[in-house]
């Protein structure tokens, strides 16, 4: 069993940038998948970013390659998201999850959820 708490988030003017960080607890991440989601108001769960913690393969969703990146410190057991050149539709609450199956967390599954942080994104 893995235990994750999001850090991080706040208010950020549009092309600014924002580090959102992921601590797990209980487990090494070595043997998870760790995904980034987000949900803004009114609107469904988006897949975000997602890192698998045995080979550190990623994945981004269209939304966001190119200007957010996923990685991992294995020492600290944390994963972190920065996001760069924000804009106001990245406003959300984001969540960090985990899932043994990487193509699982890709998919937008996962068994473990943290509670999230919200990012604001407005001038």
């Known amino acids: 069993q893995v235990q994750l708490v999001e850090s991080g988030g706040g208010l950020v003017q549009p092309g600014g940038s924002l580090r959102l960080s992921c601590a797990a607890s209980g487990s090494p991440l070595d043997y998870f998948a760790i995904g980034w989601f987000r949900q803004a108001p009114g609107k469904e769960r988006e897949g975000v970013s997602c890192i698998n913690g045995r080979d550190g393969n990623t994945y981004y969703a269209d939304s966001v390659k190119g200007r957010f990146t996923i990685s991992r410190d294995i020492a600290k057991n944390t994963v972190y998201l920065q996001m760069n050149s924000v804009k106001p539709e990245d406003t959300a609450v984001y969540y960090c999850?985990?899932?043994?199956?990487?193509?699982?967390?890709?998919?937008?599954?996962?068994?473990?959820w943290g509670k999230g942080t919200l990012v604001t994104v407005s001038s």
């Open positions: 999850a985990a899932n043994f199956d990487y193509r699982a967390v890709v998919a937008g599954m996962a068994d473990y």
